[in-house]
């Protein structure tokens, strides 16, 4: 099964994704490719989303590259991961750094820069 998850910012807006919500990748992307709070508002900006890429551009939006209604999830999914500024992401409550340090270790995920903190 591929779960779906949301992705917000604390204190704004939550998008719905939904597709590979993840932490081995939803969560790697978000660490690696939207770790400012500046990229995080932006990601989310768009609304609701198919899947999610390692760039804005190349991910794929209902309202912007489907033409659906403009929409923001209220509900909450398998997977819910929050951008927290001066803190970083989190999934499900927990810090994501420390979640994905985990997968790297079991070879879930090809991560030098996780393991080594970078």
Not at 91 to 104: D, H, M, P, S
């Amino acid at each position: 099964m591929n779960p779906s998850c949301t992705i917000s910012v604390r204190k704004g807006k939550k998008v719905y994704c939904d597709q590979s919500g993840y932490p081995s990748y939803v969560g790697y992307m978000l660490f690696k490719h939207y770790n400012t709070k500046e990229l995080a508002e932006k990601l989310v900006s768009f609304g609701d989303m198919h899947y999610l890429e390692s760039t804005i551009d190349s991910t794929c939006y209902y309202h912007r590259d489907w033409g659906e209604a403009l929409l923001f999830c209220y509900g909450e999914e398998q997977y819910n991961y929050t951008f927290v500024d001066g803190k970083g992401w989190f999934v499900n409550g927990l810090v994501l750094e420390t979640y994905l340090r985990g997968l790297a270790v079991e070879g879930v995920i090809p991560s030098k820069e996780i393991i080594n903190g970078k």
